[in-house]
């Protein structure tokens, strides 16, 4: 909202003097009101990055973590140093615990855009031994079968717009990422705890190349890492699309149409939120 009276500054202007409002805003405190959205505006760029389709748990500790340094960064605080001091200690308080949590751990890591180049020390330890642990399970589980990286199963990919704020530039500072490293085909691992240091001694590639395109390419390299990947990259950042999901399901039981067994609506909404996937 504030923003938008930004844009509308000069019509509010010559609104207020020609109906002689009793208070109109001044020159600082239109300033103060333009400092305000330049601090808030990171937070509108995250919450569009995490709630995206592609979005999963992986982006989330990247995208804090870049918000984070943005606003400690932040340089044109004149005005609004309280609240900027504010927001950066709510921000370290909230997700204190983020870097110790499982299943965020274990997206990112194994996320070939991140893994662990955003933890330190013996965070990077702890996050290992989570990755590993999650790879045993999953193969307990499958009592030790060898096809999953047969079973990973690539979903149609998504282009990934250019980075254009200043919380991406961020991002991709504290990732440096590097080139993909090409394997050879003898170089196919074993055992656990091999291919878990092998696929995290590989340099990150770039944030908006595919991740589930180098899992197609690689799992074979990595079959037990890559079930957990099947797993874990499944999964959605924010619940966002699910609401969606729930809004969409609105649409189809109407007054018109409240005849609809369960598994029609249910097809109804799976291709409608999948169309874009075959290309109609």
Partial sequence: MVQRMLEQRKAIDKYATEHELPVTLTENQWKLLEKL????????????????????????????????????????DTDVEIMKTVLVNELKQHFSSLKHERPYVVAMAIDPRYRLRLLQGGEWQVATAMLTAEVRRLKDIADGSSDAASAYGPRADESVPASISCVDDVLDELLDSSAPLSLAAED??????SQVQHYLSLPNISRHDSVTS??????????????????????????????????????????????DLPECAEQLLFIKHNMALVDY
């Avoid at 989330?60 to 984070?68: C, E, F, K, Q, Y």
């Avoid at 196919?188 to 705890?193: A, Y």
Wanted: charged residues 15%; hydrophobic residues 40%; aromatic residues 6%.
């Fill in 37 to 76: 959205v330049g601090l808030l505006r990171p937070f509108e760029v995250t919450a569009q990055q995490i709630s995206r389709k592609d979005a999963s748990l992986a982006n989330v500790i990247p995208v804090v973590t870049a918000l984070s340094v943005t606003l400690q960064r932040h340089d044109n």
């Fill in 188 to 193: 196919k691992n074993t055992d656990v705890d």
């Fill in 214 to 259: 180098w899992w197609k390419a690689n799992a074979h390299h990595f079959p037990d890492v890559a079930a957990v990947a099947r797993c874990f990259l499944a999964t959605p950042a924010t619940s966002i699309l699910s609401k969606q999901l729930s809004g969409s399901a609105g649409h189809v039981y109407s007054g018109h149409r409240d005849g």
